[in-house]
């Protein structure tokens, strides 16, 4: 089956900077690769996703590559706010939503 | 209420105890989930069901027992459970649950769970 590897666990970044998360799969039928927020007390909230067909896509200041050579995609937050801290899961699935396999997280805290 | 609602948001209970969490969802999805999140591991999927019909049991111990008794509703009858089995216990629904669908997945924020 898919097993889905994300780094770093944690992750502190100053206000204003970039953050970069990053996640191999292993399975090469995967195609589908959602990101999830997760803030505290509250379930994952899908942000971002990226179909295999496509190697980059960015919503404001959100963007998510796609290596499907090398098996892995990376979250990318530019300018980041203090809002943006919470925990993101990476996940891939090779049948679009149905069998999606999460990452471990990471712990982004972003510091004023 | 809006989206995905979950009760009770805290529970504990003993091994011998009896106890089932509810989902809600308030989008008129026609699939919903139960996940498993423990500290350091991944989001582990523990059934769907599909107009109330379950369609995805990943080898969950039988103490698990879910029931959907409509498109709205999913319950999870917990049983003589271990405290391994404490996590949180996430709710979801999506649109649909098809070969290849790419429906997004609607949490909700989930029931923390503590087996004594």
């Known amino acids: 089956g898919e097993n889905v590897e994300q780094h770093p666990s944690t992750l502190s970044v100053q206000e204003g900077d970039s953050a970069v998360i990053k996640c191999t799969y292993s399975?090469?039928?995967?195609?589908?690769f959602p990101w999830y927020k997760q803030e505290l007390g509250k379930g994952p909230q899908l942000i971002i996703d990226i179909r295999s067909n496509v190697g980059e896509k960015k919503d404001q200041r959100i963007a998510v590559t796609l290596n499907k050579t090398a098996k892995h995609f990376s979250l990318h937050i530019t300018e980041t706010q203090p809002e943006d801290s919470a925990v993101y899961f990476c996940a891939a699935s090779p049948a679009g939503n149905e069998k999606l396999t999460f990452g471990t997280g990471t712990r982004l805290t972003i510091i004023p | 209420e809006t989206g995905v609602t979950q009760t009770p948001r805290h529970l504990v209970m003993g091994m011998t105890n009896k106890k089932s969490l509810k989902c809600e969802q308030h989008l008129g999805h026609n699939a919903m989930y139960w996940y498993k999140q423990s500290a350091k591991k991944p989001l582990e999927l523990m059934f769907v069901?599909?107009?109330?019909?379950?369609?995805e049991n990943n080898s969950v111990p039988s103490r698990f027992s879910p029931e959907c008794p409509n498109s709205s509703h999913l319950f999870l009858h917990l049983h003589t459970l271990q405290p391994e089995d404490s996590a949180l216990y996430l709710c979801?629904?999506?649109?649909?649950?098809?070969?290849?669908?790419?429906?997004?997945?609607?949490f909700g924020p989930g029931t923390r769970l503590t087996v004594l």
């Open positions: 979801a629904s999506s649109q649909e649950w098809l070969q290849g669908s790419y429906n997004e997945q609607f």
């Open positions: 399975d090469s039928a995967s195609n589908y």
């Open positions: 069901y599909s107009l109330e019909e379950r369609v």
